[in-house]
């Protein structure tokens, strides 16, 4: 157990959004991460369902890709912009991207990631813990298409953002699979869960079988 800031008892109380478990691909994604749900229950006890926050998993999407973008310009435009870089697409275009976010933006979103970190703070308190999908689906396949990357990498992205967001711990359990390739569940902590979080998974893993 931590010592000093974080959660103080291994009592803990797990939890789960709606809008979140929505996020996964599938019926044959839905089945799996509900039986990885139920193996995880064995070790925390069953998720019960907690309110929405204020802000949609898509709107925080777009609060990260604003900061990130403006961020990652900020840092390397001057670079990127003194010639020819060869980078290639996808990456070459949310560069270009963050060169549009202007100050203001910037500002205004960093305000909407301090008031989701409130809500997420005070969901978990000092025992709780956000059980979610770790991304949709499997990877994609190496023959998918660019389009089809894109829009798994967008989805992804809003259960991948919560930690980056918040600054809480997560940590992806390797449970399941989906299509014959892994497929994970996730736990996310209060600050300073780090080390329960990593025990946690070790228990859960457990009872995997």
């Known amino acids: 157990m931590l010592q000093g800031s974080g959660p103080v008892t291994q009592t803990w109380r797990p939890l789960r959004l709606g809008a979140l478990d929505t996020l996964v691909l599938g019926s044959a994604e839905a089945d799996e991460y509900a039986r990885m749900v139920e193996i995880a229950a064995q070790a ?9 926050f204020s802000i949609s998993p898509e709107d925080l999407y777009w609060t990260f890709r604003k900061i990130q973008a403006f961020e990652a310009w900020e ?3 001057p670079w990127i912009s003194s010639g020819e870089r060869g980078i290639g697409p996808g990456v070459k275009e949310r560069f270009e991207y963050g060169q549009t976010i202007t100050r203001d933006v910037y500002d205004a ?3 909407k990631r301090e008031a989701f970190r ?4 005070a969901l978990l308190g000092r025992d709780g813990l956000l059980v979610i999908p770790t991304v949709p689906s499997a ?4 023959a998918a298409t660019f389009d089809d990357i894109q829009a798994y990498r967008e ?4 259960l991948l953002c919560l930690s980056g ?7 992806t359990i390797p449970l399941g699979t989906v299509n014959g390739a892994p497929f994970g569940l996730s736990l996310i902590g209060p600050a300073g869960s780090d080390h329960q979080l990593v ?11």
């Open 75 to 77: 840092v390397h435009g």
């Open 199 to 209: 025990s946690l998974a070790c228990q859960i893993l457990e009872h995997k079988g």
């Open 118 to 121: 409130d809500e997420l703070a």
């Open 109 to 111: 979103e960093s305000t």
């Open 44 to 52: 925390i006890g069953a998720p019960s369902l907690a309110s929405p």
């Open 165 to 171: 967001m918040s600054g809480f711990p997560q940590i």
């Open 155 to 158: 989805r992804a992205l809003q």
């Open 139 to 142: 990877a994609p396949l190496k």
